[in-house]
């Protein structure tokens, strides 16, 4: 079993002469990115999904073993809202199977205003293409119930477990991996501070614990400010491997 750690994300101007040089293009950026990581999550796709040739391009860049995590389309996770989801997932299928055996797990994050609908998230995981990594992030309250949690693991899809102010911290496991974004310490911000040493260490613990279990892990900082998710991200793989 594996625990990968990385960032949400890998291109970020404030990363410059963090991880890679002020005049480095995306791809460069990629390269450097891939040089002290083996995985990533790209984020970018919630925003605006990408032409299957990008997946190639990244697939074709990428050093064999590394893992891509995707970030699902927010027209299907915050404007549908899991509804009427077959076309949306037909179109990022198109592009996710370009990257090959690079491909890790599909996340999708529900907004803030959606309240839990089991019968919704059922009907959406039932119709998810078959042995295909799935991982929900839930940010309404209601859906962190016993309920939910015997959903997912009927449909074997993780309970993605959060990190971040307003966030419930849940470690929860109900898939044969486990899912963690770390979106920062600081209490009253998203996405900003890092997070101090003793926090990383109980991080390594838990993350050891699910490896323990035969669960592979995949965690992600997105605390990207400053170029705190690199530098936690780094200090968090030493931890593990300890």
Known sequence: MSVLVGTSGWSYDHWVDVLYPRKATSLERLDAYARRFRTVEVNNTFYRWPRDEVFATWCER???GFVTTVKASRGLTQFRKLNDPVPWLDRMEAGLERLGAKRGP????LPPHFPRDLDRLDRFLGVLPSGRLAAIEFRHPTWDVEETFAVLERH???YCVTSGAGLACILRATAPFVYVRLHGPDPHQLYAGSY?????RWWADRLGEWRAQGRDV???FNNDGQGHAVRNALRLRELVAE
């Open 62 to 64: 990428l050093p064999e």
């Open 106 to 109: 599909l996340l999708f994050q």
């Open 156 to 158: 074997k899809a993780a």
């Open 196 to 200: 101090p040493e003793d926090d990383l």
């Open 218 to 220: 995949y965690a992600y």
